[in-house]
């Protein structure tokens, strides 16, 4: 069984950084696709960033890409998203997802269906 508790959010201000952690519990870390998504009140959640299993490659939606930075620990089973220049538009409750599937394209780990397994979230405000 999979779980992955979410830690690292909390109250900022514009221009502050913050590291997210996703602590997983299980057997063969590197076996997994991992993502990030968000989700503001009155919105659907939205990927911000995903890794693939076979090769680590990484992806961004293009609203994130320079101040977001996914990666892993495979010996920690800790899964990070690294998030510099904060604006307040970054407020959200920020989710971990893992995915037993491999994708050979970017689309694939975008989308909150890809994944079976999910973590509590996190929250992130950004004060102006």
């Known amino acids: 069984q999979v779980q992955l508790v979410g830690s690292g959010g909390g109250l900022v201000q514009a221009g502050d950084s913050l590291k997210l952690s996703c602590a997983a519990s299980v ?26 299993a076979i090769g680590s490659r990484t992806y961004y939606a293009d609203s994130v890409k320079g101040r977001f930075t996914i990666s892993r620990d495979n010996a920690k089973n800790t899964l990070y998203l690294q998030i510099n220049s904060l604006k307040p538009e970054d407020t959200a409750v920020y989710y971990c997802a893992f995915t037993e599937k491999s994708y050979s394209d970017f689309y694939g ?20």
Do not use: D, I, L
């Open 27 to 52: 057997r063969t870390f590197g076996r997994y696709g991992m993502g990030w998504f968000r989700q503001s009140p009155g919105k659907e959640r939205e990927f911000v960033a995903g890794m693939s």
């Open 109 to 128: 780990y975008t989308r909150p269906q890809t994944y079976e397994y999910w973590g509590q979230g996190t929250q992130v405000t950004v004060s102006s």
